[in-house]
């Protein structure tokens, strides 16, 4: 404890010397710039605009009295034609000045009237003599009056429990929505003289059913639904364009408890008609892919022009269907919307 407070005074003594004493600190005090009368006339009391339609008023007047001047000393003839020029240009030119003290006024106070920023910091002072407290000790001993806990929690590798909250996120209430995709698939080129059918709006199709022409031509056209556990055709008995023909009826089925999500749609240029549909199924409840063993209506080839809708989430379906033919055969085949269970 004696060498502590020995190298305390040490150290206090040589800070002494070369800082100084309190007696020896002087505080100098910036200067401050008083304002002038004019100051306190054109920056508080006045506003920079004021001087500017009073000066400007008075210039005005001027120029109107010297015109007037001007007038009567050539209606009088009282000098010729060079005195008058003359009198004109020095007159134009004091108006002229006028504008610009003017201008260079009302700047000047506009911009001494302007708060500016914040200037910089300055630079730090010398560093103060130490000052004396009699309540200031740091030579005895204290007593620990005053901690902060200590983490009692080491391990921090542990898992939260969630099943409860993934339970209650199975039996959420869930719901049909819908979302726009508009695609067409067949024929590229509108068709003018064909006629539409919208079917009803089912949350999802499972299957279709059409005639396929001795041509290789689908001349009739139906989706199929499940209802009440069993399948029915969406829409009209007769079908589309020759549902007389039933001379080769082709049927394509997703499996139980699913529904199309994409179609593949295969166009004959040369018949101008539709000649193979493909279908795609997932299942209703875990949206896995299910492809039926018989999946194609017609034929599909190399040589047709080809194109598909897609539903892309995983319990989405095709939906807003629609059907363009014309007498003969099925020409396009059209999709609003995908149906999503969510």
């Given at each position: 404890m004696t060498d502590l407070r020995g190298a305390y005074d040490y150290s206090k003594d040589l800070a002494d010397e070369y800082i100084g004493s309190s007696r020896k600190t002087t505080i100098n005090i910036a200067k401050t710039t008083k304002r002038t009368f004019s100051d306190m006339l054109f920056?508080?009391?006045?506003?920079?605009?004021?001087?500017?339609?009073?000066?400007?008023?008075?210039?005005?007047?001027?120029?109107?009295?010297?015109?007037?001047?001007?007038?009567?000393?050539?209606?009088?003839?009282?000098?010729?034609?060079?005195?008058l020029a003359s009198i004109s240009f020095f007159g134009h030119i004091f108006i002229l000045n006028c504008f610009i003290a003017i201008f260079t006024l009302c700047y000047y106070?506009?911009?001494?009237?302007?708060?500016?920023?914040?200037?910089?910091?300055?630079?730090?002072?010398?560093?103060?003599?130490?000052?004396?407290?009699?309540?200031?000790?740091?030579?005895?001993?204290?007593?620990?009056?005053?901690?902060?806990d200590e983490d009692t929690l080491t391990d921090t590798s542990f898992e939260i429990d969630n099943s409860l909250f993934e339970d209650m996120n199975k039996y959420k209430p869930k719901s049909w929505k819908s979302y726009k995709i508009d695609k067409l698939l067949g024929q590229v080129e509108p068709c003018k003289d064909c006629k539409t059918i919208k079917y009803s709006n089912e949350n999802y199709v499972n299957g279709i059913i059409g005639n396929v022409s001795s041509e290789g031509i689908i001349n009739s056209f139906q989706y199929l639904y499940e209802k009440d556990g069993s399948t029915k055709p969406l829409g009209n008995a007769e079908g589309i364009a020759g549902m007389d023909d039933k001379t080769n009826v082709k049927k394509v089925k997703c499996p139980k408890n699913s529904g199309i999500f994409r179609m593949d749609v295969a166009y004959d240029n040369t018949k101008k008609g539709i000649s193979g549909m493909k279908i795609f199924c997932r299942d209703l409840t875990t949206g896995k892919v299910k492809l039926p063993k018989k999946h194609t209506l017609g034929n599909i080839e190399t040589?047709?022009?080809?194109?598909?809708?897609?539903?892309?989430?995983?319990?989405?379906?095709?939906?807003?269907?629609?059907?363009?033919?014309?007498?003969?055969?099925?020409?396009?085949?059209?999709?609003?919307k995908c149906n999503m269970y969510k």
């Open positions: 920056t508080v009391i006045f506003d920079w605009r004021i001087i500017f339609f009073t000066l400007l008023s008075l210039t005005l007047m001027i120029a109107y009295g010297l015109m007037v001047v001007h007038r009567s000393l050539s209606k009088n003839q009282t000098f010729n034609a060079y005195g106070f506009k911009k001494r009237g302007d708060q500016g920023k914040k200037g910089p910091r300055g630079k730090i002072g010398p560093k103060g003599p130490q000052g004396k407290n009699q309540t200031c000790d740091i030579c005895s001993l204290k007593v620990k009056t005053m901690s902060r040589r047709h022009q080809t194109n598909s809708v897609y539903c892309t989430n995983n319990n989405a379906y095709v939906g807003g269907l629609e059907a363009h033919y014309n007498d003969k055969q099925l020409v396009n085949l059209q999709f609003n």
